[in-house]
């Protein structure tokens, strides 16, 4: 059973905005939304995380519905560096860090 | 150094020698995980280790055997391998109950 569904690919053109939604609809009531973006041979890199409130960082912006199944990340002007893959995963707040990455979306950011 | 650092960042092995991945962190985290992420499959967990403790274990294979001499370090021993354990072994810190993981580049295994 797939914990989340993510679209496999997305363009998007240098400068605008991307924005790269999530399905997590059996999210339980104590797992926030992580995201995480992975650059071709490197390591994966946190993005952001939140529970039930909107969240933003220098990275991004993460908009969480109200009923919690689903979440848009928002790159607000995405550069060429930002082409990556990007995942969302639900994770216990007060687990051992149990990530469990799917397929995630290939963003790719045009010039 | 900064982060999580791992060394070698690509390890070329026969399937009868015995190698070790080393995975520092200068975080001062005290929870490390091991991940394997090959081609064809999502990021798997395979060893977590809070304050030097394994505390999970995924039905990983004997042939992998990880090492936590103290918070900052983490060692997979890895000997009698299989071409299918090629892959890139990534090493992750976080603080304890926090899901923050701050990873490592990896190392690409290649075996033969």
């Known amino acids: 059973d797939a914990k989340t569904t993510q679209p496999p690919s997305m363009d998007c053109a240098e400068g605008r905005a991307a924005n790269l939604p999530c399905n997590h609809s059996t999210i339980s009531g104590n797992e926030y939304v992580y995201w995480y973006r992975q650059i071709h041979s490197q390591g994966p890199q946190y993005i952001i995380h939140g529970l039930k409130n909107n969240e933003t960082n220098e990275m991004a912006s993460l908009i969480i519905t109200e009923d919690r199944k689903s979440s848009t990340l928002i790159l607000p002007h995405a550069t060429l560096r930002d082409t990556a893959v990007y995942y969302c995963?639900?994770?216990?707040?007060?687990?051992?860090?149990?990530?469990?990455f799917g397929q995630g979306t290939i963003l790719t950011v045009h010039p | 150094e900064t982060g999580v650092t791992q060394t070698p960042r690509h390890l070329v092995m026969g399937m009868t020698n015995k190698k070790s991945l080393k995975c520092e962190q200068h975080l001062g985290h005290n929870a490390m995980y091991w991940y394997k992420q090959s081609a064809k499959k999502p990021l798997e967990l395979m060893f977590v280790y809070s304050l030097e403790e394994r505390v999970e274990n995924n039905s990983v294979p004997s042939r992998f055997s990880p090492e936590c001499p103290n918070s900052s370090h983490l060692f997979l021993h890895l000997h009698t391998l299989q071409p299918e354990d090629s892959a890139l072994y990534l090493c992750a810190s976080s603080q304890l109950a926090y899901n923050e993981q701050f990873f490592g580049p990896g190392t690409r295994l290649t075996v033969l």
């Open positions: 995963t639900p994770a216990g707040g007060t687990s051992y860090g149990k990530l469990t």
